[in-house]
């Protein structure tokens, strides 16, 4: 088929007619998957309730308007925002929407689809409240990106966009802890892998009754996940009504559907508020609700306060799956007494260096001990500090093993104990892990760091000669100075690393370092300042215990 190939209004209503057929034909075996966000095995007939919706809409056209890709687009999107049924027939009714609002210029082309999947992943992020990712949000924005990336022409679009939202919804499993635990992927995702292989068949003319059948695995009975004492507070409580409804928006306020989420949002869960207007640039004046809530009676009467409700709708919803949620951990190597304690006390799990050799798969205790860390805790992503105590052999083994164990792990390039403890300063759970660890990278990198340590022999290095007992001062790979004494050392290493700015100095000092060294006369010493109390206000010093070292002792400037 030509690479310049388009869709009109009529090609556009005959994939409306497939999809609706192709949908009815898979509704029992999506609804198998449903899990989540509660486990009432109707997302299948959501999606096709909600797809018959938008074609019993477009059908309502002339035959003049049907030649209109644009006309047919927006009768399917106005009635699928109409009837949309679920937190899946809402993204769906999104995905219909941005197909409107691309299609402006006349005909469906690549360039058209792709831009619909792009302004679908816009409005769905606008619309749902709290998205989760392993669910049909996922399998969009891979979607959206992958027909971003794809030849020009709409078939080679719509090939790339079908691969990449197979390819998402096999790893939904992976991504979300109920869908692996249940066995299945998720349901929404599917739906949107039927409707795109629908819209491919379209376009390659393939006989209805030929279409690729995708295959979404063998649910069977629908799955019972155990019971936990942990559940996901965020979405589906037990025993909640799903409330949907369609509100015409009233008064003054031009903010009135954000007005309406912020107080629909501290009453429920799963909220989603799909605003019908096609227009990106007007006002929204009129969506269709979606919410799962304990307390139906507040959230129906703030919404006959906030507009003209029709199409309301309350079904209850099965008990949610008790699951726990894999969560993040920050995860640091640090040698056994104050040093360990004092991650403790950070948030960080702590895993002391094992001493042994490598086992013949490059494994250690020390990934061993990892590896059941991330199994034992329920974690989902570890941020790891190796702290200049794990080899490049062990970092890689510890990757691969997460990896295999289906989490996601970060290894920061903390090379010392000190840098390990300026990450864990910055590191913040409620970012995602992407722009945490990025934070905590930063923050490690722009610390300067040295260690002080005693020579075992007399040496030439590349600052001077010395002699076995003097204090050597290294930065990285080298050697910086030597000295006589430690309390020398330490005051020309800060006035060396300071030389560039610096507002916190922190020492780690084995016992024997603190036992040597006047603190006293070290701030005393300290660039710019006359005494302790002045040097105070500029700069501060952190001292922490650190029996273990395998030095004297750390420094760290930032």
Not at 126 to 141: H, K
Not at 307 to 332: C, H, I, K, N
Not at 335 to 344: C, K
């Amino acid at each position: 088929m030509a690479s310049d190939v388009s869709l009109d209004g009529t090609a556009l209503l005959s994939w409306a007619e497939r999809a609706v057929d192709a949908l009815s034909t898979r509704r029992e075996e999506i609804n198998g998957l449903n899990v989540f966000p509660v486990p009432d095995a109707d997302t299948g007939s959501n999606m096709t309730y909600t797809m018959e919706a938008a074609l019993a809409e477009a059908a309502r056209l002339d035959d003049a308007e049907r030649e209109s890709a644009h006309a047919v687009a927006a009768a399917l999107a106005a009635g699928s925002v109409r009837g949309a049924r679920g937190n899946s027939g809402v993204v769906l009714s999104q995905v219909i929407s941005g197909i409107a609002q691309a299609a402006a210029s006349g005909s469906i082309d690549g360039e058209c689809l792709k831009n619909s999947l792009a302004i679908a992943v816009r409005l769905v992020d606008r619309a749902i409240t709290d998205p989760v990712e392993g669910t049909v949000v996922t399998v969009l924005r891979a979607t959206a990106v992958a027909a971003a990336q794809a030849g020009g022409g709409l078939r080679e679009t719509a090939v790339a966009a079908v691969d990449a939202a197979r390819t998402a919804l096999m790893k939904t499993p992976s991504q979300l802890e109920v869908l692996r635990s249940a066995g299945v992927v998720d349901a929404g995702g599917a739906g949107l892998v039927v409707l795109l292989q629908s819209l491919l068949d379209e376009i390659e003319g393939i006989a209805r009754e030929d279409g690729v059948i995708d295959s979404f695995g063998h649910p069977g009975v629908h799955p019972v996940v155990e019971d936990s004492t942990v559940c996901d507070a965020r979405h589906g409580r037990p025993r909640a009504l799903e409330i949907m409804c369609f509100i015409r928006l009233t008064g003054e306020d031009e903010d009135a559907l954000g007005t309406l989420r912020a107080t629909l949002a501290e009453m429920g869960d799963s909220l989603i508020l799909a605003p019908a207007d096609t227009d990106p640039d007007g006002p929204v004046r009129s969506a269709t609700v979606h919410i799962h809530s304990s307390v139906p009676g507040p959230v129906i009467e703030e919404l006959y306060r906030s507009g003209e409700v029709s199409d309301l709708r309350l079904e209850v919803l099965p008990e949610s799956p008790q699951v726990e949620t894999l969560r993040r951990a920050v995860m640091a190597l640090a040698p056994d007494g104050p040093l360990a304690e004092l991650y403790r006390q950070a948030g960080a799990i702590v895993i002391t260096p094992d001493a042994t050799g490598d086992g013949d798969d490059g494994t250690t205790d020390t990934v061993s001990r990892i590896l059941a860390e991330l199994r034992t805790r329920g974690i989902g992503e570890v941020i790891l500090l190796p702290n200049g105590l794990l080899t490049r052999r062990e970092m890689v083994s510890a990757e691969l093993a997460a990896h295999a164990a289906e989490r996601t792990m970060t290894i920061l390039p903390t090379a010392r104990l000190v840098s390990g403890i300026a990450a864990l300063a910055v590191h913040d759970p409620e970012q995602p892990v992407a722009v945490d660890s990025y934070a905590m990278a930063e923050a490690a990198g722009s610390m300067r760091t040295a260690i002080l340590q005693r020579a075992e022999k007399a040496a030439l290095t590349l600052a001077g000669p010395c002699s076995r007992g003097d204090i050597l001062v290294t930065s990285g790979t080298g050697v910086l100075s030597v000295a006589d004494d430690l309390q020398t050392a330490l005051e020309q290493t800060c006035a060396r690393l300071l030389g560039r700015g610096g507002e916190l100095v922190t020492l780690l000092l084995t016992d024997e370092a603190a036992a040597e060294i006047d603190l006293a006369r070290f701030i005393d010493q300290l660039p710019g300042v006359n005494s302790a109390v002045e040097r105070g206000a500029e700069i501060e010093v952190m001292v922490y215990p650190a029996e273990g070292l395998a030095h004297l002792a750390e420094v760290g400037v930032e």
